[in-house]
């Protein structure tokens, strides 16, 4: 097969050492179960300082909450043994840190949040325990991944209905009415009774799956170089198809979803995957130009998007209507300053939806700007093992796919972040691993199960080496016989 030009093909080049090493290939396996040991020390730590910090006892049920998450994550320590032995050993400790580190906080605000609804005369529903039961659900869909897939290549041969199958779910809340479809005006949900999904969650890692195969089967068109403009070698206009139709996509979602949030995340993923395939920087600021063009355009025309423009200029001149949000979580941020408030010592429910889209202002205010530094490192180190997986294999769609899967993970938080610290306007997105709600959960942890197959095709020994031939001069002759 031949490799695209650029970091892709030269990386490959470069990381065939991995596939030729020996049998004896440590698997590693030893290391995660000593990491998810060390985490879970970590995630019963936060427990027990909540737990002094809001009740000044140690509950019975924080036992329960540690013991159930260490079994869970006992046995997808197992299945990985069992199913992906030589995957990278980081992975699942850091999503498992997340995950713990949330079901903690959440544990944390329960108490607080159930009493403000208690006053205001609305029912709460416990936010820990659910996030546990989806944190078991979405495991087991990272098992049932790793069972089914086991080759990453395969997925290639099904792109173009990953795209279609994608593309589907990321419009259809959009058309769907309100009734079932809308929260905090956002039409990003399927509302069917007690239980609700957010399909755009799993769009995204569908539309990368198609991306990723696309750009395999059709780089050619990606990396014809057209005129030169001030030293920037742009493509040829009628190669631009593919990017403006992702462009077109984006804006139809912002357009029918009255959300920033999956639209900027589909195509900057976009956007990241093309320039991984050709290394050209001429995609990314014709992309630039586009979805500034575009977000400009949807500014002019919606009322939605003007009012969060306008929340992320200035949100004290509204502070007790459209601003309170992003005003509640910048105090949030501010109180909890270098060394944070400790755990269980702040005050984050009085930022509105907190447990979900603005669950970071939490951590934020409690562990402060060291212990949001040091969860944002846990992000970049996931990501990094994913990026070096994604060096190591040895086929393109692995490659494509690792860097995908990678790049939006920090992109998603990175968008998380900037929204609720003022840097960009609040989209709405949530943080994988940390806010609560099955969907997001679900498909976080099946890009970590893609991950895990990715690294372990990377460092899987060879089953079969090519004999080397012999000189000709050594070689000697063989009577081949005609077949009767």
């Not at 924080?62 to 997808?76: D, E, I, K």
């Not at 198609?210 to 190669?239: H, N, Q």
């Not at 999956?262 to 979805?291: D, H, K, N, P, Q």
């Amino acid at each position: 097969m031949a490799l695209p030009p650029g970091v892709l093909g030269a990386a490959t080049t470069h990381m065939s050492a991995p596939g030729s090493s020996s049998p004896a290939t440590p698997t590693r396996r030893g290391t995660e179960l000593a990491l998810l040991g060390f985490v879970a020390g970590l995630v019963a730590l936060a427990f027990v300082l909540i737990s002094e910090n809001q009740f000044q006892t140690l509950k019975p049920e924080v036992l329960l909450y540690v013991a159930v998450y260490a079994a869970l994550f006992g046995l997808a320590h197992l299945a990985v043994r069992k199913l992906a032995p030589y995957a990278d050993p980081l992975i699942l400790p850091c999503a498992s840190l997340l995950n713990g580190l949330s079901v903690a906080m959440l544990y944390r605000l329960d108490t607080p949040l159930a009493q403000q609804a208690l006053q205001s005369g609305h029912g709460y529903s416990n936010a820990a325990p659910k996030q546990l039961i989806w944190t078991a659900l979405s495991l087991a869909a990272m098992v049932v991944v790793l069972w089914g897939v086991k080759d990453h290549r395969t997925l290639s041969r099904y792109g173009y209905t990953f795209g279609l199958v994608g593309l589907v779910l990321l419009v259809l809340p959009g058309v769907l009415p309100c009734s079932i479809s809308c929260v905090g005006g956002a039409k990003l949900w399927i509302i069917i009774g007690p239980v609700s999904i957010q399909p755009g969650e799993f769009a995204k890692v569908l539309i990368i799956l198609f991306v990723a195969a696309f750009l395999v089967s059709k780089r050619d068109l990606f990396t014809i170089a057209g005129r030169k403009v001030f030293g920037l070698e742009l493509p040829r206009p009628r190669d631009t198809g593919p990017l403006l139709i992702a462009w077109a996509i984006a804006i139809l979602v912002l357009m029918i979803e009255t959300e920033l949030g999956a639209s900027l995340m589909f195509f900057g993923t976009v956007l990241a995957m093309v320039y991984l395939a050709t290394e050209r920087s001429a995609w990314v600021w014709i992309g630039i130009v586009l979805f500034m063009g575009g977000a400009t355009l949807a500014y002019k025309m919606f009322i939605h998007v003007q009012t969060r423009v306008t929340n992320w200029i200035d949100p004290f001149a509204d502070a007790q209507n459209d601003g309170y949000q992003m005003v509640q979580s910048l105090f949030s941020l501010g109180s909890g300053g270098i060394a944070g408030a400790g755990l269980g010592a702040g005050h984050p429910e009085l930022v509105p939806v907190v447990s979900s889209d603005f669950i970071v202002s939490a951590f934020g205010e409690e562990l402060g700007f060291i212990g949001l530094t040091a969860m944002i490192v846990v992000y970049m180190m996931l990501a990094m093992r994913g990026l070096r997986s994604g060096l190591a294999v040895r086929d393109t769609f692995g490659k494509l796919l690792a860097g995908g899967l990678s790049f939006l993970l920090m992109w998603q938080m990175f968008v998380v972040i900037g929204g609720i610290s003022k840097l960009i306007p609040e989209t709405g997105l949530t943080a994988p691993f940390l806010s609560a709600g099955g969907s997001s959960l679900l498909a976080s942890y099946i890009m970590v199960a893609l991950l895990l197959r990715i690294s372990d095709a990377a460092r899987r020994p060879q089953a079969s080496r090519p004999k080397p031939q012999a000189p000709i001069a050594e070689a000697s002759t063989v009577l081949v016989e005609r077949p009767t």
